[in-house]
């Protein structure tokens, strides 16, 4: 009895171990975050960098020139699609083998 303690501890801490991080991460089988607003979709571009007068300007000649969107935005997905990031649902169909004679 003096030890009694022991295997509910150590039962304790293999529960905890095996759950892992279920309970952190219950809310990614429902979330649906893809068609809300994000943060980035507010970003503006900036004017290039204007150099005072004296200093040298950075070499841009390598510089990522992203051009201009000229295609209509996509349809909005509806709410009830699933983010297109998140792996769909895989299902191998059975095998059925025909009846032998």
């Keep these: 009895m003096r030890f009694g303690w022991a295997p509910r501890i150590l ?6 171990a095996l759950a892992g991080c279920h ?18 979709t507010a970003a503006r571009s900036i004017p290039p960098l204007k150099i005072p007068v ?11 020139k992203i051009p201009d969107l ?10 009830s699609d699933p983010c297109l990031d998140s792996p ?3 299902v191998v169909p059975k095998v059925v083998k025909p009846p032998q004679a």
């Design 88 to 90: 769909p649902k895989f």
């Design 54 to 64: 004296g200093l040298s300007s950075p070499d841009t000649h390598a510089a990522l």
């Design 23 to 40: 309970f952190f991460h219950r809310h990614a089988l429902s979330n649906n975050s893809c068609n809300e607003q994000q943060p980035y």
């Design 70 to 79: 000229n295609q209509p935005a996509p349809p909005p997905r509806p709410l």
């Design 11 to 16: 039962a304790a801490f293999a529960l905890c």
